[in-house]
């Protein structure tokens, strides 16, 4: 009886101590499904209004100008939802990295991208290129458009440095064509923006890349820690 008693309590904490680290796991999990909703939805949102509202054209206009007009409420909505599932995701990306490659910095830069969507929310970009109904052709710079545009730059500078932080994540999870491409994209993200002067349509093909490149690392990386 003794020595059954005896077993027992060498046991116990050993079964306490594999279930232990399987707890965190799965509000990490739950965190991270927000970054890889953000971008997804963010877009799918634009291109459904786009589709509906009347004089909006993606060659001419950017998905930000959707915030404008009568029914501009929506698209802010979307901004400020965006924002929150990105800062989410970030928070889960913390928890998955933490004290790994890219730990501290990369979930941190995805949170100053999310942090620029609130700001597009609370300054809308100016009219222009005809948009919304009655806009002059050549959008004339007030002083929120200036924010809406500084915030964006910001915003998407920090999320294409999140990549190449994140690179590293994925480097050490043995995901080396994850990796490179990690390090790809932002050079691409930045030409579209670039181009943007040109046609504004490259400036939205860059930004929609980055938001979905995020989305994808971030399930890969969620998939890669799960499984280890």
């Known amino acids: 009886m003794t020595d059954i008693l005896t077993e027992r309590s060498h046991a116990a904490p050993t079964s306490s101590a594999h279930a232990s680290p399987a707890r965190p796991a799965r509000p990490a999990r739950w965190a991270l499904a ?46 400020v939802l965006a924002g929150a599932l990105l800062l989410v995701g970030a928070t889960g990306l913390r928890r998955v990295l933490r004290g790994g490659p890219g730990g501290s910095w990369g979930p941190a830069l995805i949170g100053v991208f999310g942090a620029s969507f609130w700001l597009a929310a609370a300054f809308p970009a100016d009219a222009g290129a005809g948009f919304p109904a009655g806009a002059p052709a050549a959008p004339v710079m007030s002083g929120h458009g200036a924010v809406h545009m500084f915030g964006g730059m910001v915003g998407y500078l920090a999320l294409c440095a999140a990549f190449v932080v994140l690179a590293r994540a994925l480097a050490a999870r043995g995901l080396r064509s994850w990796a490179v491409a990690s390090r790809v994209v932002p050079v691409v993200v930045l030409a579209g923006f670039t181009a943007s002067a040109a046609s504004v349509l490259t400036f939205t093909i860059g930004a929609g890349l980055g938001l979905l490149w995020l989305s994808a690392v971030t399930a890969r990386l969620a998939t890669a820690t799960t499984s280890r």
């Open 34 to 79: 927000g970054g890889v909703v953000a971008g997804p939805l963010f877009l799918a949102a634009g291109l459904a209004q786009a589709a509906v509202r009347d004089g909006f054209d993606f060659t001419r206009n950017a998905i930000s100008q959707l915030a404008l007009g009568e029914s501009g409420w929506v698209q802010t909505v979307d901004f």
